[in-house]
């Protein structure tokens, strides 16, 4: 896939945080995965609103489902992380 180079700013701390996190994939794969995450959770958030628009707005209890679903998948993403990284050491 073709490449392009290009100039962002970043702030030093979260600089130095990326490039921890990023060590064996390298900076620019980090950010490259980085911005695809964002531009997909904007597409998502763009259908969510044509799907309220369609079916009306997401009740309470459908969001709080949903928000109990991500923390459990976050949970699960940094116990993976956190055994990863125990198993480097």
Do not use: C, F
Not at 15 to 31: C, H, K, M, N, T
Not at 42 to 71: C, I, K, M, Q, Y
Request: charged share 40%; proline share 2%; aromatic share 2%.
């Amino acid at each position: 896939m073709a490449s392009k180079k290009v100039t962002v700013t970043i702030p030093e701390d979260l600089l130095d945080e990326i490039r921890a996190e990023a060590a064996e994939r390298g900076l620019s794969a980090y950010v490259a995965e980085a911005l695809r995450v964002k531009r997909d959770r904007d597409r998502l958030v763009e259908l969510v609103g044509w799907l309220e628009e369609e079916h009306g707005p997401v009740t309470e209890d459908e969001h709080t489902t949903a928000l109990d679903e991500l923390n459990s998948l976050d949970a699960e993403h940094e116990r993976r992380r956190t055994r990863r990284v125990g198993d480097a050491a």
